[in-house]
C-alpha cells in the first residue's frame, strides 16, 4: 500500500472519531481521557500513536495522517479566524465535530496534497 493511501486512510478514521466520538474536549495540550483531549491527541489516540499527553504537537501523527505541519496548520483557509487546528481547538467554540467536518471538506488545507486527493478518493 502507498504511503498516501495508508495515510490517508489513517486521516479518515481520526476524522470519523472527531465527528463521531464522544470524546471530551480539551485545551493547551494533546490530552487524554482524564483531563480532555485536543483535537490533534485524538489522533494519537485513536491511531494508537505514542504521544505525551502534555506535549501541544506529535510529529509522528503528523507523519501518520499527512498533515503539513505538526501543529495542524491551515494553508489558504482559516477556519473560525484561525489558521492553525491547535488554536481552532484553544480558542474558539469549535468542537470536535465541526472540526472534524471542516477537516473532510477541505482536506487540502490540512493534509499534504497526495493525501488530500486520496481522502477525497475514499471519503
Given amino acids: 500500500m502507498k504511503q498516501s493511501t495508508r495515510q490517508a486512510k489513517n486521516a479518515i478514521k481520526w476524522i470519523d472519531e ?32 505514542e504521544y505525551n499527553p502534555e506535549d501541544g504537537t506529535s510529529a509522528e501523527l503528523e507523519f501518520e495522517v499527512g498533515l503539513r505541519d505538526d501543529e495542524g496548520r491551515l494553508f489558504g483557509a482559516e477556519f473560525y479566524n484561525e489558521s492553525f487546528l491547535i488554536n481552532i481547538n484553544d480558542n474558539t467554540t469549535a468542537g470536535f465535530k465541526r472540526i472534524g467536518k471542516f477537516m473532510l471538506k477541505h482536506p487540502e488545507a490540512v493534509f499534504l496534497p497526495e493525501v488530500a486527493k486520496k481522502i477525497k478518493e475514499i471519503s
Avoid: P, T
Fill in 18 to 49: 472527531l465527528i463521531n466520538g464522544n470524546r471530551k474536549q480539551g485545551k493547551s495540550a494533546l490530552g487524554n481521557a482524564e483531563i480532555g483531549f485536543c483535537c490533534l491527541g485524538v489522533g494519537c489516540d485513536v491511531l494508537n500513536v
